[in-house]
């Protein structure tokens, strides 16, 4: 059974660094979560170290644009690993062929800019769907629009054994109010129609791999047993921590808000019951970061 506490603080003490997930924990996409920020910063001064991993298929260098313009203080996070970056380097390595068919919006086609950590890279070409050897999925071309307008276009990548890169396996989010399909979404539908998806964020662990570098890079020799895991993800930021073996502390007003009561903070019993539904098991609970 998950512990429910009331502060990041009441437990923070015991780990000497922190995954922490973006969207739903630190902001709404649209703005900085204030207790959030003011958590992460406590965090830090007191010597913790903090890296956010987020499913966000745009480079890290994006994703820290991004933070600026939601007002999230540079001061709140040492480093950043994106699914964004663990699926470009595996693209750039050939790993969906070289003539590929991109999904996604204007805004995630930054996921092409030259990579510098791979030696050699492969010459990627965006072509249509007819000539392609593989897709790159950032995302719906339409956020809104039910995945199943997509099967079409899956049918005919499926027969012809097309490999699709998802860059961001979440299946959802919520932007503001707003909820949003996102890439895993789509990789889910090509999967159940028998194509093949290759993952690359959480829960998987290309991402995970990638966050402990950038932890490396910080301080040395940190176990697993010193990372706390923070989000508000069921099947990413939580099935992934413990994949990982990492304890976690698992966001209740982010996606899973009304299933589980939240307002100030989780109604126990509605917890209790959901994260028996999902199989999930966190070490500790909140309703929100602060």
Known sequence: MTQLITALSEVSDRYDALFVDLWGCVHNGITAIPSAVAALQAYRAKGGIVVFVTNAPRSRHEVAKQLER???PTDAYDAIATSGDSA???????????????????????????LSLINDPVDI?????????????????????????????FLYAKEKGLKLLCANPDIVVDR?????????????LYT??????????????PIYDLARRRLNQIRQGIPDS????I?????????????EDI?????????????????????PDALNAYVEKEMISPTYSIGQLR
């Open 231 to 243: 989000g508000d993800g069921p099947h990413t930021d939580i099935d992934g921590a413990m994949g």
């Open 88 to 114: 470009r380097a595996a693209m750039f390595t050939g790993a969906v062929g070289q003539k590929v068919w991109f999904m996604g919006q204007e805004f995630d086609e930054t996921f092409f800019e030259p």
């Open 192 to 205: 159940e129609m028998g194509g093949e998806s290759l993952y690359f964020g959480k829960p998987h662990p």
């Open 70 to 72: 939601f007002n999230v």
């Open 247 to 267: 304890d976690s502390l698992f966001i209740t007003g982010g996606l899973a808000r009304a299933e589980t009561n939240t307002t100030e903070q989780p109604e």
């Open 176 to 188: 503001g109010e707003t909820r949003e399909w996102c890439a895993g979404a789509l990789a889910q």
């Open 125 to 153: 070409q965006r072509v249509e769907l007819d000539e392609a050897e593989g897709i790159v999925c950032a995302g719906p071309f339409d956020p809104h629009a039910d995945p199943d307008v997509n099967r079409p276009q």
């Open 226 to 229: 010193a990372i706390l895991a």
